[in-house]
């Protein structure tokens, strides 16, 4: 499995994640943001397929702030409690929890371990995964403070707004 991001070319503002393995169906993620990608204007597939995000980044509490995604006939949460914090990717009868791996050595910074209650699938995996390369913070209490003026500035559900 292999899990690239790149930070958009200079001036662009756009990120790009992509997922891919022997197993995995393969997912891609583009965003705004002035580096890696964000959750403004995303975008995101997963063979071939749209993935249908939303998210409420004024929301007063985790829950009102998860990410909300429809691939197919699923319904997905994804929630993100902040930086080096495990997040969430639940659905009805799996919960896939990914967090910082081991922080004692260099070289493993970077490496990042979960676990999975329930029958999980590749499409499961694939979504959790693609998330840990994406910049989630307006997800968190902290970047929901720091991101509301702008937010409140371009007030659009498609580019990140209010609902």
Known sequence: MTVQRQKGAPGAFRGFAELF???????EYTGIGSGYPSLSGAKLSV???DVS????????NRHTRALKLSYQDRSYTYTATGYAKPSQLVRDGVQITVGPGSTGSPRDRGVRTGYAVGT???VDLALALIFEVVDTSTLTLGG?????????M??????GGYE
């Open 21 to 27: 393995g022997e197993c995995l169906p393969h997912t």
């Open 47 to 49: 063979a071939g397929q």
């Open 53 to 60: 995000l939303r998210h409420n980044s004024l929301g007063l």
């Open 120 to 122: 999980v699938d590749a």
């Open 144 to 152: 929901a403070l720091v991101s509301a003026p702008f937010t409140l």
């Open 154 to 159: 371009r007030p659009h559900p498609r580019n």
